[in-house]
């Protein structure tokens, strides 16, 4: 919604400057700015050609001698084709600035130096007509400011209007606000219908088959009017609302739409087969060519205004192609019409137009605006059009719409806003807006129909509040209210893990829940997921069940980005169906490792990841619920064979992790081997241990020996600690690996692993020959089982 | 040990002391001149073998002896003490060991920022699903059934009564049908608009809900809580405008705007040369919510406000497209 300032000053008085008036509207939710309607028009005056000759020189210009209000008469040279001698026109003098760029300076054209220029309406800006001078009017004074006399010293108020309030889609509906906040009386327009004798009755009889989504429907019928250019001032104010002048008739409709809210459509009278309206459904496959030319299918969603054989228009939302009113128009059909804004919503989806008519009724319009708006509008019609307005309104308001009436109780109004106000300057306020309101303990309050969105007491509570000032409501900082303030376990640990993760050197990173289904087939067939049924793209259809697919594209993006080494997380949500209402949503901890270490720091050497820098990070998520990570070989769509693995923590599967699949990663268009981990949450955190329990520190020393041996390739550690522990007694403590070893020393196909065994007794200091015993066994079992051999 | 002797001994001591250069060699004489192996210490032992009279006199020797070569080790351990000590000067430009760390996302970041203000000042924290039933995204929070915001056009469907939550405020409606006054809570969460993705518009954003329900609550409680958020998250100067605004799920509902923290409200591109910021909506949560979840709206009153995560972090990091959230640059993550 857009209007101009000026006609806010005709219908309210107020003494505000124009920055002033848009930051009060804001700050009475009516949230505003202004700009200037026209660029600068300085220099820009009203002349009268007084003589225009072909240029000597150049036969397609003209020479012309205009009076601009001076002494003498000026020189212009204008290659206009509609430039004649006794025409008014806006001329552009030396130093005036057009559309902000163009100046304009005295200049030789072909000999004859021209003082200026004289300007067409797209010149001024005031349209996109370019096709000739400006033609202005003959009373206009010679030698005017330009700006003055078109009245074009405005400003464009732009609002953006929240949707409750339909009442100010309308240059009365704002001008009421501003009196509500400046204590002024709104000036209406007076209405004074000059009719002729022939009854309306007699030209057209009104008929509505569905007084719901129709509750009224009145016309006028007017005579002999002569179609033509609207007159400047009616230009000015659609221009200053963005909207295109057409024609007289036309433009007085959207005119007094602008004016009262009220959105009016003008019909073709002879265009008419009956002398009737009918307002009823269309039907389902139904045909209508509506007044852009395009012809649209309809369906009973769409009400259709009728003349009791053919469709003339879309109820509400456009008209018809040939009912339009044209040059030709002799006899014009006015429709006031109120449609319900369900119906008109519906329509406009399927229909999927929009317009200012279809906006309002969407919104709300007024009811009980009906008759004044058709009367305002075949009263301009009358005077700037000439039309003979014939006796009475066909209107068909089967059954009024009462305004609404509510109890405000004025206690209620300061118990909520905190405010202090009292009942007469509730009242006040109420009254200024146009509310009926009858005094009493409670105070019984009549809704004007033009208020749609008030239905209840907290609306005349806003209502009060708004025009109070909302910044005169006090700012409490002290609160009452409960001590516990408790976390949310889940939201906890996703914090511990972010610190975990971070600190080990992996990125955070954020995706979209909806994803590809065409990646997500790649790791994960046959599975239910949950599909969104109007997605904004194929590639964004699903909702995610893992996080893998999400954390590839992550991976990929970077790769392409000269990101060498990608190391990133997600903590994120997932979506199973369990053939509920809602899925089960599970959150997921996926880690991604790409590339290598790139030598950030010169204490450690550069080198690809390997599985073991994502074991490493599993290991330092298990210390989070006191456990520790295994590993154990399991098949997935995902990993490579030789590298795919469940997570076992304390003996429970809660994740996977491995190599991705070389088919997958080119799938993906990712060249680089890329290892992945995801966990569930949940079952991780299920597997926390209680409290850890005190133990006694140690009272006597302990012994630590090293233990070096070579055995082959395909022998794990896991078996070799297994054997230790199995030929040691309870007083080996601690087996950790400390070096593993390849190379030509210890033979193709060896391995050389080294571990630091300690040796502990609780109640003793060990004796050398106690631990050399059972070292001694420990090596005797190694070569038994694992063919070990002591390296020297 | 004969007086000759002691001189001789003593004569070296000196002279050797004299040429300490460093602590260890210090130390190293005084072992060998007053240790328990020592000459002298041996002296002073085998005192009481002597005779009589030649006792005192060698014990006066001695101990004399021992005197000097102890203000001489003194000496030299103050002269070795401040000398200028030869060291291998480290070069401490060098970077320190470490392992790189990696960062928060962002938008984690913004929600622990602004969830922990409001935690302490006594909110708890609530989460709720993102697939929701149309109900509670909409039909209990007082959407009309033929709302434009239920529309296809702005709100993904999974099934005829299932969409992804188009802001957090269904938490409410679960919270407040889980428990009764007081309910204090604030909910950061995942939400969705069907939207083309563009540079200021996202499918999918983060959203942070706060309310509190109570006896009495009031406007002025909803405006005094987030002049104190937005004091101690953008800063103690910054102002706050609550404009009158609507929302179907709160009335009086308001927008609040905070004077530009860029410009200090003079005006500059990002406050649209206004001075202000708009940053959150909110509002005396509407009756009929009330209605759906049973509370009795004339024994309880209470406000919600509702901020977009990514509105705030790209005001506060002058971040002019959404879409570098969801695209994990990691040249983007490790800037914040």
């Given at each position: 919604?857009?209007?101009?300032?000026?006609?806010?000053?005709?219908?309210?008085?107020?003494?505000?400057?124009?920055?002033?008036?848009?930051?009060?509207?804001?700050?009475?939710?009516?949230?505003?700015?202004?700009?200037?309607?026209?660029?600068?028009?300085?220099?820009?005056?009203?002349?009268?050609?007084?003589?225009?000759?072909?240029?000597?020189?150049?036969?397609?210009?003209?020479v012309?001698?205009?009076?601009?209000?001076?002494?003498?008469?000026?020189?212009?040279?204008?290659?206009?084709?509609?430039?004649?001698?006794?025409?008014?026109?806006?001329?552009a003098?030396p130093?005036?600035?057009?559309?902000?760029?163009?100046?304009?300076?005295?200049?030789?054209?072909?000999?004859?130096?021209?003082?200026?220029?004289?300007?067409?309406?797209?010149?001024?800006?005031?349209?996109?007509?370019?096709?000739?001078?400006?033609?202005?009017?003959?009373?206009?004074?010679?030698?005017?400011?330009?700006?003055?006399?078109?009245?074009?010293?405005?400003?464009?108020?732009?609002?953006?209007?929240?949707?409750?309030?339909?009442?100010?889609?309308?240059?009365?509906?704002?001008?009421?606000?501003?009196?509500?906040?400046?204590?002024?009386?709104?000036?209406?327009?007076?209405?004074?219908?000059?009719?002729?004798?022939?009854?309306?009755?007699?030209?057209?009889?009104?008929?509505?088959?569905?007084?719901?989504?129709?509750?009224?429907?009145?016309?006028?019928?007017?005579?002999?009017?002569a179609?033509?250019?609207?007159p400047?001032?009616?230009?000015?104010?659609?221009?200053?609302?963005?909207?295109?002048?057409?024609?007289?008739?036309?433009?007085?409709?959207?005119?007094?739409?602008?004016?009262?809210?009220?959105?009016?459509?003008?019909?073709?009278?002879?265009?008419?087969?009956?002398?009737?309206?009918?307002?009823?459904?269309?039907?389902?496959?139904?045909?209508?060519?509506?007044?852009?030319?395009?012809?649209?299918?309809?369906?009973?969603?769409?009400?259709?205004?009728?003349?009791?054989?053919?469709?003339?228009?879309?109820?509400?939302?456009?008209?018809?192609?040939?009912?339009?009113?044209?040059?030709?128009?002799?006899?014009?059909?006015?429709?006031?019409?109120?449609?319900?804004?369900?119906?008109?919503r519906?329509?406009?989806?399927?229909?999927d137009?929009?317009s200012?008519?279809?906006?309002?009724?969407?919104?709300?319009?007024?009811?009980?605006?009906?008759?004044?708006a058709?009367?305002?509008?075949?009263?301009?019609?009358?005077?700037?059009?000439?039309?003979?307005?014939?006796?009475?309104?066909?209107?068909?308001?089967?059954?009024?719409?009462?305004?609404?009436?509510?109890?405000?109780?004025?206690?209620?109004?300061?118990?909520?806003?905190?405010t202090?106000?009292?009942?007469?300057?509730?009242?006040?306020?109420?009254?200024?807006?146009?509310?009926?309101?009858?005094?009493?303990?409670?105070?019984?309050?009549?809704?004007?129909?033009?208020r749609?969105?008030?239905?209840?007491?907290?609306?005349?509570?806003?209502?009060?509040?708004?025009?109070?000032?909302?910044?005169?409501?006090?700012?409490?900082?002290?609160?009452?209210?409960?001590?516990?303030?408790?976390?949310?376990?889940?939201?906890?640990?996703?914090?511990?893990?972010?610190?975990?993760?971070?600190?080990?050197?992996?990125?955070?990173?954020?995706?979209?829940?909806?994803?590809?289904?065409?990646?997500?087939?790649?790791?994960?067939?046959?599975?239910?997921?949950?599909?969104?049924?109007?997605?904004?793209?194929e590639?964004l259809?699903?909702?995610?069940?893992?996080?893998?697919?999400?954390?590839?594209?992550?991976?990929?993006?970077?790769?392409?980005?000269?990101?060498?080494?990608?190391?990133?997380?997600?903590?994120?949500?997932?979506?199973?169906?369990?053939?509920?209402?809602?899925?089960?949503?599970?959150?997921r901890?996926?880690?991604?490792?790409?590339?290598?270490?790139?030598?950030?720091?010169?204490?450690?050497?550069?080198?690809a990841?390997?599985l073991?820098?994502?074991?490493?990070?599993?290991?330092?998520?298990?210390?989070?619920?006191?456990?520790?990570?295994?590993?154990?070989?399991?098949?997935?769509?995902?990993?490579?064979?030789g590298?795919?693995?469940?997570?076992?923590?304390?003996?429970?599967?809660?994740?996977t992790?491995?190599?991705?699949?070389?088919?997958?990663?080119?799938?993906?268009?990712?060249?680089?081997?890329?290892?992945?981990?995801?966990?569930?949450?949940?079952?991780?955190?299920?597997?926390?241990?209680?409290?850890?329990?005190?133990?006694?520190?140690?009272?006597?020393?302990?012994?630590?020996?090293?233990?070096?041996?070579?055995?082959?390739?395909?022998?794990?550690?896991?078996?070799?600690?297994?054997t230790?522990?199995?030929?040691?007694?309870?007083?080996?403590?601690?087996?950790?690996?400390?070096?593993?070893?390849?190379?030509?020393?210890?033979?193709?196909?060896?391995?050389?692993?080294?571990?630091?065994?300690?040796?502990?007794?609780?109640?003793?200091?060990?004796?050398?020959?106690?631990?050399?015993?059972?070292?001694?066994?420990?090596?005797?079992?190694?070569?038994?089982?694992?063919?070990?051999?002591?390296?020297? | 040990?004969?007086?000759?002797?002691?001189?001789?001994?003593?004569?070296?001591?000196?002279?050797?002391?004299?040429?300490?250069?460093?602590?260890?060699?210090?130390?190293?004489?005084r072992?060998?001149?007053?240790?328990?192996?020592?000459?002298?210490?041996?002296?002073?032992?085998?005192?009481?073998?002597?005779?009589?009279?030649?006792?005192?006199?060698?014990?006066?020797?001695?101990?004399?002896?021992?005197?000097?070569?102890?203000?001489?080790?003194?000496?030299?351990?103050?002269?070795?003490?401040?000398?200028?000590?030869?060291?291998t000067?480290?070069?401490?430009?060098?970077?320190?060991?470490?392992?790189?760390?990696?960062?928060?996302?962002?938008?984690?970041?913004?929600?622990?920022?602004?969830?922990?203000?409001?935690?302490?000042?006594?909110?708890?924290?609530?989460?709720?699903?993102?697939?929701?039933?149309?109900?509670y995204?909409?039909?209990?929070?007082?959407?009309?059934?033929?709302?434009p915001?239920?529309?296809?056009?702005?709100?993904?469907?999974?099934?005829?009564?299932?969409?992804?939550?188009?802001?957090?405020?269904?938490?409410?409606?679960?919270?407040?049908?889980?428990?009764?006054?007081?309910?204090?809570?604030?909910?950061?969460?995942?939400?969705?608009?069907?939207?083309?993705?563009?540079?200021?518009?996202?499918?999918?954003?983060?959203?942070?809900?706060?309310?509190?329900?109570?006896?009495?609550?009031?406007?002025?409680?909803?405006?005094?809580?987030?002049?104190?958020?937005?004091?101690?998250?953008?800063?103690?100067d910054?102002?706050?405008?609550?404009?009158?605004?609507?929302?179907?799920?709160?009335?009086?509902?308001?927008?609040?705007?905070?004077?530009?923290?860029?410009?200090?409200?003079?005006?500059?591109?990002?406050?649209?040369?206004?001075?202000?910021?708009?940053?959150?909506?909110?509002?005396?949560?509407?009756?009929?919510?009330?209605?759906?979840?049973?509370?009795?709206?004339?024994?309880?009153?209470?406000?919600?406000?509702?901020?977009?995560?990514?509105?705030?972090?790209?005001?506060?990091?002058?971040?002019?497209?959404?879409?570098?959230?969801?695209?994990?640059?990691?040249?983007?993550?490790?800037?914040?």
């Amino acid at each position: 919604m857009q209007i101009s300032l000026n006609w806010l000053k005709e219908l309210i008085d107020f003494d505000l400057d124009v920055e002033t008036l848009t930051h009060k509207l804001t700050m009475i939710g009516l949230e505003c700015e202004a700009t200037p309607l026209i660029g600068s028009l300085e220099k820009i005056v009203v002349c009268k050609v007084i003589a225009s000759e072909t240029h000597p020189n150049a036969a397609n210009l003209k020479v012309c001698q205009v009076d601009c209000g001076g002494e003498e008469a000026v020189t212009i040279v204008c290659g206009a084709p509609n430039v004649r001698k006794g025409m008014k026109a806006p001329l552009a003098l030396p130093g005036a600035v057009l559309g902000g760029e163009y100046k304009i300076k005295s200049i030789d054209k072909y000999g004859v130096t021209s003082d200026g220029m004289l300007c067409s309406e797209a010149e001024l800006g005031l349209s996109d007509d370019q096709t000739g001078i400006m033609r202005l009017e003959r009373s206009l004074k010679i030698g005017a400011p330009i700006a003055e006399a078109l009245k074009l010293d405005d400003y464009i108020i732009h609002f953006d209007l929240t949707p409750n309030r339909p009442d100010c889609l309308s240059a009365i509906g704002i001008a009421r606000d501003i009196g509500a906040m400046t204590g002024s009386r709104l000036k209406r327009p007076s209405v004074k219908i000059r009719e002729f004798e022939t009854p309306a009755a007699d030209a057209v009889r009104v008929d509505i088959e569905d007084d719901d989504a129709c509750p009224r429907y009145a016309a006028r019928v007017i005579r002999n009017v002569a179609v033509g250019p609207s007159p400047w001032w009616i230009k000015q104010r659609l221009l200053a609302s963005g909207i295109r002048s057409i024609n007289n008739v036309v433009d007085i409709t959207n005119y007094v739409m602008l004016e009262y809210g009220q959105p009016l459509h003008a019909f073709d009278y002879d265009n008419f087969r009956q002398p009737q309206v009918l307002v009823r459904r269309a039907r389902i496959g139904e045909k209508f060519t509506t007044l852009d030319g395009v012809e649209r299918e309809l369906n009973k969603d769409v009400l259709l205004i009728t003349d009791g054989d053919r469709p003339v228009a879309i109820g509400g939302i456009m008209g018809g192609e040939y009912s339009e009113v044209t040059e030709k128009t002799t006899t014009v059909l006015l429709e006031s019409a109120h449609f319900d804004s369900r119906v008109i919503r519906r329509g406009r989806k399927h229909l999927d137009i929009t317009s200012e008519s279809q906006d309002r009724f969407e919104r709300g319009a007024d009811p009980n605006i009906v008759l004044t708006a058709l009367d305002r509008a075949a009263s301009l019609i009358d005077k700037y059009a000439q039309g003979e307005i014939l006796a009475g309104t066909v209107d068909c308001y089967p059954n009024k719409i009462e305004p609404l009436q509510l109890e405000l109780r004025p206690p209620r109004v300061n118990q909520i806003l905190a405010t202090d106000l009292s009942t007469p300057e509730m009242i006040d306020i109420l009254d200024s807006l146009e509310f009926g309101v009858t005094p009493g303990k409670n105070l019984q309050v009549i809704v004007p129909t033009f208020r749609p969105d008030v239905t209840q007491e907290i609306d005349l509570v806003e209502e009060v509040a708004r025009i109070h000032g909302y910044e005169k409501i006090p700012c409490h900082t002290e609160t009452g209210g409960g001590l516990v303030t408790s976390r949310v376990e889940s939201e906890e640990f996703h914090t511990h893990l972010r610190r975990v993760l971070t600190a080990q050197g992996y990125y955070e990173v954020v995706t979209n829940t909806i994803v590809n289904p065409k990646e997500v087939l790649l790791l994960d067939e046959g599975v239910e997921y949950i599909k969104i049924r109007n997605p904004i793209s194929e590639d964004l259809q699903w909702l995610r069940r893992e996080l893998f697919s999400s954390l590839l594209n992550v991976v990929r993006h970077n790769l392409n980005h000269q990101v060498e080494k990608v190391k990133v997380f997600e903590i994120g949500n997932t979506f199973i169906p369990i053939g509920e209402k809602l899925p089960s949503e599970e959150w997921r901890l996926c880690l991604a490792l790409a590339g290598g270490d790139t030598g950030e720091n010169w204490t450690f050497h550069p080198g690809a990841f390997t599985l073991y820098d994502l074991k490493g990070a599993l290991e330092c998520i298990a210390i989070l619920v006191d456990r520790e990570v295994s590993l154990s070989l399991a098949e997935s769509k995902v990993f490579d064979p030789g590298c795919s693995f469940e997570v076992m923590l304390g003996g429970v599967g809660i994740g996977t992790c491995g190599s991705v699949s070389r088919v997958i990663l080119e799938s993906f268009g990712i060249k680089s081997e890329v290892f992945l981990g995801e966990l569930r949450i949940k079952s991780l955190i299920n597997t926390r241990r209680g409290p850890a329990e005190y133990q006694p520190l140690p009272r006597f020393p302990s012994a630590e020996r090293d233990l070096a041996i070579v055995v082959g390739e395909k022998v794990i550690i896991a078996d070799l600690v297994a054997t230790i522990t199995a030929a040691a007694d309870q007083t080996l403590r601690e087996t950790v690996l400390f070096d593993l070893y390849r190379g030509k020393q210890v033979g193709q196909g060896r391995k050389s692993v080294a571990f630091r065994l300690v040796f502990r007794d609780e109640s003793k200091t060990l004796t050398d020959e106690h631990i050399d015993n059972l070292c001694n066994r420990i090596v005797d079992k190694l070569r038994v089982e694992h063919d070990a051999q002591l390296r020297a | 040990m004969s007086q000759d002797e002691i001189a001789d001994l003593l004569a070296e001591a000196e002279e050797l002391l004299e040429n300490c250069a460093s602590a260890e060699e210090v130390e190293a004489l005084r072992v060998k001149y007053l240790g328990r192996k020592s000459a002298l210490t041996a002296i002073l032992r085998g005192l009481k073998e002597l005779d009589a009279d030649k006792r005192v006199e060698v014990a006066r020797e001695a101990n004399l002896a021992k005197k000097k070569i102890e203000k001489w080790l003194a000496e030299a351990k103050q002269k070795v003490a401040a000398a200028p000590r030869q060291v291998t000067r480290i070069d401490h430009t060098l970077p320190g060991k470490r392992y790189p760390t990696g960062k928060l996302h962002l938008i984690t970041r913004t929600v622990d920022d602004i969830v922990d203000i409001f935690y302490g000042m006594g909110f708890e924290v609530a989460l709720g699903p993102e697939v929701e039933e149309e109900y509670y995204n909409f039909g209990a929070l007082n959407f009309p059934p033929d709302h434009p915001a239920r529309d296809m056009q702005d709100t993904f469907y999974v099934a005829d009564d299932v969409v992804l939550r188009t802001h957090t405020s269904p938490i409410q409606v679960r919270e407040f049908q889980k428990r009764k006054p007081p309910v204090r809570i604030i909910a950061p969460g995942r939400t969705y608009r069907q939207e083309a993705i563009s540079a200021r518009a996202y499918c999918v954003f983060y959203q942070l809900e706060g309310f509190y329900v109570d006896h009495r609550v009031t406007f002025a409680d909803l405006k005094g809580v987030l002049t104190a958020f937005a004091q101690q998250y953008f800063g103690a100067d910054v102002k706050l405008r609550f404009r009158p605004s609507f929302f179907p799920f709160t009335e009086p509902s308001a927008e609040v705007d905070i004077s530009c923290f860029l410009c200090q409200g003079r005006g500059c591109r990002i406050c649209k040369h206004t001075g202000w910021l708009e940053i959150l909506g909110c509002g005396m949560i509407h009756p009929n919510v009330f209605e759906a979840v049973g509370y009795d709206a004339e024994e309880y009153t209470g406000y919600a406000f509702g901020m977009g995560i990514e509105r705030i972090a790209m005001l506060k990091h002058k971040i002019d497209d959404i879409r570098l959230f969801y695209e994990n640059d990691i040249r983007f993550l490790s800037q914040f």
